[in-house]
Nanobody
């Protein structure tokens, strides 16, 4: 079993920056990829950014150039640096770890990010 713990969600003003963190813990697991998703009120959960264990990153068009995902394989952790935040970035942000052998996805509980205009 793998547990994910997220932190960093707060209320900020538009234009400000914020960093979210997520760490995976457990026994005998290997993370192949870590992701950040977000879900705004009444919207579906959407993929924000991903990073593989090899350091390959991918971003949603809506955040590319503003958000940066980075990972630490030794700590099984990932951060999401969010710059130039907009009110439409307001959502609950979820961390997800894709574990290999056996393949399984684990989710965190989510952390609320609110951007006021």
């Amino acid at each position: 079993q793998v547990q994910l713990e997220e932190s960093g969600g707060v209320l900020v003003q538009a234009g400000e920056s914020l960093t979210l963190s997520c760490a995976a813990s457990g026994r005998f697991f290997t993370v192949g990829r870590m992701c950040w998703y977000r879900q705004a009120l009444e919207n579906e959960r959407e993929l924000v950014a991903t990073i593989t264990s090899g350091g390959v990153t991918n971003y949603a068009v809506s955040v590319e150039g503003r958000f940066t995902i980075s990972g630490d394989n030794a700590k099984n952790s990932v951060t999401l640096q969010m710059n130039s935040l907009k009110p439409e970035d307001t959502a609950v942000y979820y961390c997800r770890a894709d574990v290999v052998a056996p393949t399984r996805a684990y989710w965190g509980q989510g952390t609320q990010v609110t951007v006021s205009s």
